[in-house]
């Protein structure tokens, strides 16, 4: 593709098992970069490798822990991160235009919506009563797969036929 105007290392294109990627230097050293899918082909250069092979950026400190706030790519795309937290991003594009209030609202909700893409703490859709062997309380939950029966230890589904 040309040469790093920094480094004067040679930037190659290559496709692997993974799909295409861009490469900064020989052998255990170099620098590799996967080329996101949102980025148009024909668009794809010099400019956009350099770019891909500096990340991850740095935005800034965060205001209130003064811990660096990073922009990069990951294995599911486009994010921020700060202190063990990460919150996703739109598009590629997103990585080298993002400023710090931006980052700082969209960590901020992040950590609101809680960890993982879970339903969070479930509420008990009717509350049965104590379990007459255990002693402890039987509630009605609405699950994953359906509603289920459960006292906190042995959860057992409820057919379809059996009406909430």
């Known amino acids: 593709m040309g040469i790093d105007p920094d480094t004067e290392d040679k930037i190659e294109k290559k496709v692997g098992r ?6 900064k ?14 980025i148009p082909a024909e668009e794809f250069g010099l400019e956009w490798a350099v770019k891909l092979l500096s990340l991850p950026r740095e935005v800034g400190k965060h205001p209130e822990t003064g811990e660096p706030v990073t922009a990069q790519l990951g294995r599911y795309g486009p994010y921020l991160s700060h202190n063990k937290k990460s ?4 598009n590629t594009m997103e990585v080298f235009e993002i400023g710090m209030n931006a980052a700082v609202a969209k960590l901020a909700d992040a950590a609101k919506r809680g960890p993982g893409r879970g339903r969070g703490k479930m509420e008990p859709l009717k509350i049965l009563g104590k379990h007459p062997r255990t002693e402890l309380e039987s509630k009605l939950m609405d699950g994953r797969f359906g509603p289920y029966v459960t006292d906190g230890s042995i959860n057992a589904s409820l057919p379809k036929t059996v009406d909430k």
């Not at 230097?25 to 949102?38: C, L, V």
């Open 18 to 23: 993974f799909g295409p990627y861009v490469q």
């Open 25 to 38: 230097g020989e052998g255990k050293d170099a620098k590799r970069s996967s080329i996101p899918k949102d």
């Open 87 to 90: 919150a996703s991003l739109e």
